[in-house]
């Protein structure tokens, strides 16, 4: 899914963010009919976005060198299954 | 640089002063990196820049000299404290004063552990570096994580098996450092310092390392590391020791995690709680939806209803004037049918008005008739009577009428008589 406005992969926090306002917008009836449908659908890419972003199992785990040098993938998913 | 360098034949040579210094300074360097223990007797800064103090025991003494800003924990150390010094021997060439030159000072011992501890507790809190308006809301899910914590270290795989436990598609940068020993501070803080200058830096930091003794932990509780968390840009968590160790660090952080797994535990739900949000949060969306549908149908309803009666007024209205136009119409048209009824009625009394006149007038001409034929002069002719006119036709009536010799004509009942009068 990309955002309409950046073209970047929402992070979970602002995907997550925007869904509760999505919501919270519904509840407290902030949003005419004429807006609403569209802001249902983007609650629903949303969820779905968070739904399929949860489906991922695996952490990435970056070790920084000392002395400020290039960070390099050592290791991800041993450490990282689920139970 | 040996004696039996500067003259084989082993002659004692003579030296000037500053060689001499500078000869025994470069023996003492040679020495290396001592540990020296004891008790701080008289501690002094110079201009601010430079640390004396004396070191002793119950023999003996040595002057420590250190640059203030190489020892970060300055601030924890009194007078009577019993503390171990890092350094090297030293001659000071000017003087010829032996000292040891110091780049770390650290409390020894239980006692003096306790005792730093809480005087820079007292220093950081009086300060305002605990203060909780100033720690920091940690986002709420982290995506992009800093771990500052030791390698190979138990804090490090317990943290990352929990997390990873809760949730997945997370990037860890895990800085190693030492979390102990001479140069944990120095790596401690230079993992601060990488983490805030990139230009994308993580969203959280995590400071953690298992439990110990203070000794242990001291870097933890090292004014200089204090220092790094509370100026960090990015939000820390402090997780350091078990559950009852509580180093300067934690007060400092933005917040404290008893274990390395707590702070783990506080940093990301876990899926489980973030799909039950989720479909709660769908739920609320899909129900609020179709209450607004609900709420804009009755409306529809609700307009359709009052539009409805609306037309229906008016068509009564239309209705209404339709039949008083109608009525007004049919009303015009009576009064013109009364008033034809009415001329006609009145033609008709004044034909019969005629009529009797007419009638009347024949029955007078009637009588006027049989009167004429009462008054008819053939008839009294008949009876004897005639008629005597000049010839012009002029009846005579009276003698005087006529002259003499006047043709006259008499008319008769039957024929006339033509005379003369005398």
Redo the contacts between chains.
């Keep these: 899914m990309t955002n309409s406005k950046t073209d970047t992969k929402p992070?979970?926090?602002t995907a997550?963010?925007e869904?509760?306002q999505?919501?919270g917008q519904?509840?407290h009836?902030e949003?005419d009919?004429e807006h609403?449908?569209p802001k249902?659908k983007r609650?629903?890419e949303l969820?779905k976005f968070?739904?399929t972003?949860?489906?991922?199992?695996?952490?990435?785990?970056?070790?920084?060198k000392?002395?400020?040098g290039d960070?390099k993938i050592t290791s991800s998913l041993e450490?990282?299954?689920?139970? | 640089m040996i004696l039996s360098d500067l003259n084989p034949n082993f002659e004692t040579p003579v030296l000037p002063v500053s060689a001499f210094n500078e000869l025994i300074g470069d023996h003492l360097a040679a020495l290396g990196e001592v540990i020296v223990e004891g008790e701080i007797s008289q501690l002094q800064i110079s201009q601010g820049r430079w640390l004396f103090l004396t070191l002793k025991d119950e023999n003996a003494s040595v002057s420590v000299f250190a640059p203030v800003f190489k020892i970060t924990s300055l601030n924890s150390l009194a007078e009577g404290m019993k503390v171990q010094v890092y350094g090297t021997a030293g001659l000071y060439a000017k003087t010829g004063r032996f000292s040891l030159t110091a780049y770390r000072i650290v409390p020894a011992g239980e006692g003096a552990l306790k005792q730093a501890y809480e005087r820079l507790k007292t220093k950081l809190l009086a300060e305002g570096l605990f203060d909780p308006a100033r720690k920091r809301p940690l986002p709420r899910l982290p995506e992009r994580i800093g771990l500052i914590t030791g390698q190979d270290a138990r804090a490090y795989s317990d943290f990352i098996k929990i997390i990873g436990e809760r949730l997945g598609g997370l990037e860890i940068s895990f800085f190693p450092v030492s979390v102990q020993g001479k140069d944990s501070v120095s790596s401690i803080i230079e993992a601060f310092n990488y983490f805030n200058q990139l230009k994308n830096p993580p969203e959280v930091l995590v400071l953690t390392r298992g439990g110990g003794s203070l000794e242990d932990l001291l870097s933890f509780n090292d004014e200089a590391v204090a220092r790094a968390v509370f100026s960090s840009k990015i939000p820390v968590i402090s997780a350091i020791g078990h559950e009852e160790d509580v180093a300067l660090t934690d007060f400092v952080a933005d917040l404290r995690a008893s274990t390395p797994s707590n702070a783990a535990e506080l940093l990301v739900p876990t899926r489980q709680e973030l799909l039950a949000k989720i479909s709660h949060l769908e739920a609320t969306l899909d129900s609020s939806l179709m209450a607004e549908l609900k709420d804009q149908q009755s409306l529809v309803n609700h307009y359709g209803e009052k539009l409805a009666g609306i037309l229906d007024l008016q068509q009564n209205r239309r209705e209404e004037l339709v039949k008083k136009l109608t009525r007004q119409i049919f009303g015009v048209e009576q009064k013109i049918q009364l008033k034809d009824r009415q001329q006609q009625l009145k033609v008709s009394q004044l034909t019969q008005q005629i009529s009797q006149k007419l009638l009347l007038t024949n029955q007078k001409l009637t009588n006027l008739e049989r009167l004429l034929g009462t008054l008819d002069y053939q008839k009294t002719l008949a009876r004897g009577f005639s008629i005597t006119r000049t010839k012009a036709g002029k009846i005579i009536t009276h003698k005087d009428q006529v002259n003499p010799g006047t043709n006259l004509i008499t008319t008769l009942a039957k024929g006339e008589i033509n005379s003369i009068s005398q």
Excluded: H, P, Y
Aim: proline share 0%; glycine share 2%; no cysteine.
């Design positions: 992070t979970l926090n997550f963010t869904l509760e999505i919501v519904f509840e009836d949003i009919l609403s449908l249902f609650g629903l969820a968070l739904k972003r949860l489906n991922e199992l695996e952490n990435e785990i970056k070790l920084v000392a002395q400020f960070e450490d990282n299954e689920l139970e």
